[in-house]
């Protein structure tokens, strides 16, 4: 089993940066591929990015390549979504989700990742 917990979302304005940060329970973390997803009012839960198990790939939404980025701590169990450049349309509640394996999937979607945290609210204003 393994518990993820998000923290580091807020409100801020067009163009800022946030980072956001993923601690997960457990000795298994460095084991598995991990990702972000992220699910607007109404919209359904889509990929933002995710990386390996020793970072050495990653993967990104296109509506956030170029601004964002994914990185990892195995020694810290922690996994960072930095996010520059932000905009309206970024506005929504980021999960981070861990995999039961550790590289990543063909297709970036939920079904393919099986734990969830309970997910951080980020608010962009214009």
């Known amino acids: 089993q393994v518990q993820l917990v998000e923290s580091g979302g807020g409100l801020v304005q067009a163009g800022d940066s946030l980072r956001l940060s993923c601690a997960a329970s457990g000795r298994t973390f460095g084991s598995r591929a991990m990702g972000w997803f992220r699910q607007a009012p109404g919209k359904e839960r889509e990929f933002v990015a995710a990386?390996?198990?020793?970072?050495?790939?990653?993967k990104f939404a296109d509506s956030v390549k170029g601004r964002f980025t994914i990185s990892r701590d195995n020694a810290k169990n922690t996994v960072y979504l930095q996010m520059n450049s932000l905009k309206p349309e970024d506005t929504a509640v980021y999960y981070c989700?861990?995999?039961?394996?550790?590289?990543?999937?063909?297709?970036?979607?939920?079904?393919?990742?099986?734990?969830w945290g309970q997910g951080t609210q980020v608010n962009v204003s214009s």
């Open positions: 990386i390996s198990w020793d970072g050495s790939r990653t």
């Open positions: 989700a861990a995999r039961s394996v550790a590289t990543l999937p063909t297709i970036m979607r939920p079904m393919e990742f099986s734990y």
